[in-house]
């Protein structure tokens, strides 16, 4: 541990960022490609009633990836503070309370959607076309969901004790599998791909991108679990050291339940849109779904920033060393304007060669393309967000997160997704996100200023 508090204390804040940033956003980018790769794979198939299947379930995948940041960004946020105000021991008990709460619950979430897979399924916006494609890709992820669950967990904890680089190694080898596997699962023997006629596959389409994503997480918890049996973590895996007491329980769900909700509300967003874009007809709903993958890349890499320097934020807040905190929040959004920047010009420029890239169906390039510059415009600024409240995450302040996600996936989109759609047809729908990120950035600098009067006032500035 000694390296690793050494990048939280000594290291000059370019420097700091980045030794925590980098490893994070490659493995964001990893992260990106693994999402896309399910798209990707699944629209070789030509058959767009599979890729409107995918996007169809991601909203209930995207509720195990809220059970894993729950207990992963919330005990992330508690290791690190507790690690800046030097209680090493608690740090052992946070991180078994978080790991084995995960398994639990991601287990009993894991029933229930096996038992309820296809009511669940209609009510996020499946159609009589796509539901038996819905079912399959639900089942097996419902079945891998412990894996799913603990990967995410144990990859936000060990980020948390400042090993960026094995977090995202254990998080990358996963991904890697699951990107491996895709095509030899997804596809036929016979079928081409990128020109190459491939001599193997199991033709599983849908099922068997699923398949891929459980497997891969398998790998990851099994790089983990090796992690800590060569003693290279202060993170405790033994069951006896569970405990939700003294303050436990509450300070991993006083900043986990905000980042679960943020995962939550972007499934119930993705259901809302789902159910609002079937009445323009399936094609509506995998163009959306296409866009949304896209997007990512931009999101993706400015969270990556963001959750990569949450840690340091937090050690910085638990020691109080409050200038050099705003140094490297500064610092990180500036880096995050940069990307986003860049990004959305890459994007405005060969906007339809990337629709393309994942489906050859004209009427969908066509209205992902529109769907993809809408999604692109903020991304200049989001990242602010994006570091803002992983900074809050990383203070323990999930009031201002939790107004944060409510407001970006829910209380701000949701009434504008509706409103627009009554005013504006299905471009309004198209640009519902756009417009509430908007929002949002305005709120997290207004939030922020407000927490940083308040620490200004009542706590003695350390310069470090």
Request: charge should be positive; charged fraction near 10%; aromatic fraction near 10%.
């Amino acid at each position: 541990m000694k390296d690793n508090t050494k990048i939280f204390e000594d290291y000059k804040v370019p420097k700091a960022v980045a030794a925590m940033a980098v490893p994070s956003m490659l493995g964001m980018l990893i992260n990106i490609i693994y999402n896309l790769a399910d798209t990707f794979f699944v629209g070789q198939t030509g058959d767009s009633n599979q890729v409107a299947a995918v996007s169809v379930s991601m909203p209930l995948f995207l509720l195990f990836m809220a059970i894993g940041n729950l207990f992963g960004i919330g005990g992330c946020a508690f290791i690190s503070r507790s690690l800046g105000e030097g209680r090493k021991d608690r740090v052992k008990t946070i991180s078994s309370f978080c790991i084995y709460s995960a398994i639990a619950v991601g287990v009993l979430a894991g029933v229930i959607f096996l038992i309820f897979k296809r009511p669940l399924l209609y009510l996020v916006g499946a159609s009589d076309n796509t539901i038996g494609y819905a079912q399959d890709y639900l089942q097996w992820v419902a079945i891998g969901s412990p894996f799913v669950v603990t990967s995410i967990t144990v990859c936000n904890l060990v980020r948390g004790e400042g090993s960026a680089k094995s977090a995202t190694l254990g998080m990358v080898l996963g991904q890697v599998v699951n990107i491996v596997l895709d095509p030899i699962f997804i596809l036929d023997s016979g079928d081409k791909l990128f020109g190459i006629t491939l001599p193997f596959g199991l033709n599983l389409g849908v099922a068997g991108a699923a398949i891929a994503t459980v497997l891969g997480n398998v790998f990851s918890v099994v790089f983990f679990l090796i992690y800590f049996l060569q003693g290279k973590s202060i993170l405790s895996i033994t069951p006896k050291r569970y405990s939700a007491k003294n303050g436990i329980a509450k300070g991993v769900v006083n900043v986990g339940l905000p980042a679960s909700l943020n995962n939550l509300l972007m499934s119930i967003s993705n259901i809302i849109v789902n159910i609002v874009l079937v009445s323009y007809g399936d094609t509506a709903v995998a163009a959306m779904g296409v866009a949304m993958k896209a997007n990512m890349l931009v999101v993706m890499l400015q969270i990556g920033l963001g959750q990569g320097v949450q840690p340091l934020i937090g050690y910085c807040y638990g020691a109080k060393n409050y200038t050099r905190m705003k140094k490297c929040l500064r610092f990180s959004m500036c880096c995050n304007i940069v990307i986003g920047t860049a990004m959305m010009l890459f994007y405005l420029v060969f906007r339809e060669n990337v629709i393309n890239v994942f489906i050859n169906d004209a009427e969908v390039v066509n209205l992902g393309v529109k769907m993809l510059t809408a999604l692109m415009s903020p991304g200049p600024v989001i990242g602010i967000m994006f570091v803002l409240n992983f900074a809050f995450q990383g203070m323990g302040k999930g009031v201002q997160t939790l107004l944060l996600s409510v407001g970006r996936q829910g209380l701000i989109y949701v009434p504008l997704l509706f409103i627009l759609n009554k005013f504006v047809g299905l471009n309004g729908i198209i640009w519902a996100q756009a417009s509430a990120d908007f929002v949002c950035v305005v709120m997290s600098i207004i939030m922020f200023a407000i927490v940083m009067k308040g620490i200004n006032k009542n706590s003695p500035i350390t310069n470090k």
